[in-house]
């Protein structure tokens, strides 16, 4: 991983930073395709102080917030946790989507997770293009979106 990353929980510290991430996603219209939840400022706070099971990790480079993601489902009691990652737009094409994945795998693996599963829009090229190179299966459509699995 590169030396100018880090990996962290989202933690009430980065409450106003990840709202402000959310606001940057909403203008460039990618909660066309990213929305496992409201992109505001609430849900921000929300997740900021999530006490459970579920992981919300944020990817930091340079003191901003370039990544975002989560690993959820546990909460609900399920086994195979869902993932989901988005890059702000201003960090896309370095990358980094590619190594928050690798860090995600390896957060599931360490709570006892032997798959992880997400959803992504057949059209999404770009993002179906990074599922299937690391190693994920579709199988099922839900939604309109196909189902991927990878295995741990």
């Given at each position: 991983m590169r030396k100018n990353l880090e990996y962290t929980l989202v933690s009430p510290s980065w409450a106003e930073k990840l709202a402000q991430f959310f606001n940057a996603l909403v203008v460039n219209k990618d909660d066309l395709y990213f929305h496992p939840h409201p992109l505001n400022g609430e849900m921000a706070k929300k997740i900021a102080t999530h006490e459970g099971d579920?992981?919300?990790?944020?990817?930091?480079?340079?003191?901003?917030?370039?990544?975002?993601?989560?690993?959820?489902?546990?909460?609900?009691?399920?086994?195979?946790?869902?993932?989901?990652?988005?890059?702000?737009?201003?960090?896309?094409?370095?990358?980094?989507?590619?190594?928050?994945?690798?860090?995600?795998?390896?957060?599931?693996?360490?709570?006892?997770?032997?798959?992880?599963?997400?959803?992504?829009?057949?059209?999404?090229a770009w993002a179906r293009h990074l599922y299937e190179n690391s190693g994920y299966s579709f199988t099922n459509e839900e939604n309109g979106q196909i189902i991927g699995y990878y295995e741990l």
């Open positions: 579920d992981l919300y990790f944020l990817q930091i480079k340079d003191n901003e917030i370039a990544g975002y993601a989560m690993l959820r489902g546990w909460d609900e009691g399920y086994s195979i946790p869902s993932l989901g990652i988005v890059i702000h737009p201003n960090f896309r094409n370095q990358g980094l989507s590619i190594e928050f994945m690798e860090f995600l795998h390896n957060q599931a693996r360490a709570k006892g997770a032997t798959k992880v599963r997400l959803k992504v829009y057949s059209n999404n």
